[in-house]
């Protein structure tokens, strides 16, 4: 059990603001860690900042198959930020769901609740995933829910052949008034490395997009195929660890 302080000061500069919240002061949290065996973990932190209390969780449990994770956080971000933060369309293709994230130079306090599950045995990994996020607009003076899931089935068929099936669903509601959206999202992927440097798939995915505005509504079906070589250096594989380990060799991997 380790006892845990922070403090400091910041000073914000957000632009053109409408409200009068001082993004300018100082901030502090204590908490603790607490650790009673190699495969639990807990982090709690309380303390105050410019826009009030604020909160963070981070608790982990893993075992032999199964391991889990619960966190809460709340942190300010833009929507402009929000919308350019490099997500993948390619490796996350519901990354931009939300479209009524626009660039403007709005600013919201996301409180995020977060849980994963993820269950490997053998040649099987199945991960869920589930989220629920509110957002209080700071200029708007508005507030927005958003909720939703992911599951990941994947089985690896032999050494260098991997199938995986993701499923995303998520909701955004919009509490001043604005367009309510349902975003749904899967897709099938079949995975073959031709060698250390080397790998190649073919990729099926569907995608469907439901708004109170008409203009944001869509379907989408789509099919890739992409090969990828790395030059130089193979990169390095990374691999789960096994429990034929110590517990202090698992620990050092995890943890």
């Known amino acids: 059990l380790k006892p845990l302080a922070m403090v400091g000061y910041e000073d914000n500069d957000f632009g053109n603001r409408l409200t009068a919240t001082d993004p300018t002061g ?9 650790q009673p065996n190699a495969r639990t973990e807990l982090e709690a932190l309380a303390g105050d900042r410019f826009f009030g209390n604020t909160y963070r969780l981070n608790w982990r449990q893993r075992g032999r198959y199964l391991s889990t994770e619960l966190t809460y956080s709340e942190e300010i971000n833009g929507e402009a930020t929000s919308a350019l933060e490099g997500v993948s369309l390619i490796d996350s293709p519901y990354g931009y769901s939300n479209s009524s994230i626009n660039l403007t130079d709005d600013l919201y306090l996301s409180k995020t609740v977060r849980a994963s599950a993820r269950f490997r045995k053998s040649r099987t990994l199945i991960t869920i995933t589930p989220y629920f996020e509110k957002r209080e607009f700071e200029n708007s003076a508005g507030d927005e829910t958003a909720g939703g899931i992911t599951a990941t089935w994947q089985r690896t068929f032999a050494p260098r052949t991997t199938l995986t099936l993701t499923l995303h669903g998520d909701k955004t509601d919009d509490g001043s008034g604005g367009d309510n959206e349902t975003f749904t999202w899967s897709d099938l ?27 944001d509504t869509y379907t989408e079906n789509a099919i890739a195929v992409q090969l990828t070589h790395h030059f130089g250096t193979p990169p390095r594989k990374t691999t789960e660890p096994t429990f034929r380990r110590s517990r202090k060799q698992l620990w050092e991997t995890r943890f």
């Open 26 to 34: 100082l901030f502090w949290a204590l908490g603790f860690n607490w």
């Open 189 to 215: 992927k079949l995975e073959r490395r031709l060698g250390k440097q080397a790998t190649a798939s073919i990729e099926y995915s569907y995608t469907r997009s439901d708004s109170d505005n008409t203009q």
